[in-house]
């Protein structure tokens, strides 16, 4: 069994049980600044992630079965060699701690990683996915997986978007939350201000758009910077934040298809942008001809 620093943790009413139990709170996230990441895949990159500005780690400590300990030995070894608290804990004990029905026996204890927006905006990001009213924490987590994955420069939530640190917005992002810079709580009209500034090409994704993400394509627009505004689930961007955006676009739809939910659409825009961005033709300016 790979080895870990204390005796097996087994009783519900320890103080770290209950510490970490009660994260499950959003007041009491923002009160400890710690959240829970859950699963081999988050604790891997949670670990991997290394220092926060303040030099202390991302990580506080792990907790894992008996059985996971073994299963996931190698994390074991990289959480130690990090010089991280790693304790086993019955299975009672996980189930406790963790938002799952069905836990995978480990789990982190993490430190708040967000990034200040104005540190963004330093990075002179070129693709940036902006949740302005996103409410639904797997919507949340699985647009701030995609923009991973399309090599995005940052994710912003807004003010008035779900808490970065749900449990199932850290679960839903598969790890990602430890890949790119995420700034939380910023007003929408200072996002797309800032960003403007810094050169940034805001497009709103909207069903009613105007202008279709073909058109985009075609013109050869959406190699410039861009920040992409995807808006609540139920009913998208309100009229003022549509009208703060350069362009509302829509995806457009071949077939039948009534819409695309928020995730979807997400990916299809990030993608296209990733895409444009990358082309060795590069781009042209918007308003400008061949």
């Not at 749900?166 to 007003?187: D, E, I, M, T, W």
């Amino acid at each position: 069994m790979a080895s870990t620093d204390t005796p097996l943790l087994s009783s519900l009413r320890s103080p770290r049980v209950i510490a970490a139990r009660k994260l499950a709170r959003r007041a009491q996230r923002g009160k400890d600044r710690r959240f829970l990441a859950e699963g081999p895949q988050a604790v891997r990159e949670a670990v991997a992630y290394g220092l926060l500005p303040s030099g202390e780690h991302a990580v506080v400590e792990v907790y894992l079965t008996p059985e996971a300990a073994e299963r996931h030995a190698e994390l074991v070894t990289a959480a130690r060699a990090a010089d991280l608290p790693v304790l086993t804990a019955t299975d009672e004990v996980i189930a406790d701690i963790c938002d799952t029905v069905t836990p995978q026996g480990i789990v982190a204890l993490c430190r708040f990683l967000d990034t200040p927006f104005e540190t963004v905006l330093r990075s002179r990001p070129k693709l940036v996915a902006v949740l302005a009213n996103v409410r639904d924490p797997g919507n949340a987590g699985t647009v701030l997986r995609t923009a991973d994955a399309a090599g995005a420069d940052a994710v912003v939530l807004t003010d008035a978007s779900v808490d970065l640190y749900n449990p199932k917005a850290v679960r839903a992002s598969v790890g990602s939350l430890f890949h790119l810079p995420v700034a939380v709580g910023v007003p929408v009209e200072q996002v797309v201000a800032r960003l403007r500034e810094g050169g940034v090409r805001l497009l709103a994704a909207d069903g009613a758009g105007e202008r279709d993400l073909d058109q985009e394509l075609d013109e050869g627009t959406l190699g410039a910077p861009t920040a992409w505004i995807f808006g609540n689930e139920a009913w998208g961007l309100p009229e003022q934040t549509r009208a703060l955006a350069d362009e509302v676009v829509r995806v457009p739809i071949h077939g039948h298809a009534e819409s695309l939910n928020l995730a979807t659409a997400a990916a299809v825009c990030l993608y296209a942008s990733a895409r444009a961005q990358r082309s060795p033709a590069g781009c042209r300016e918007p308003g400008t001809e061949r």
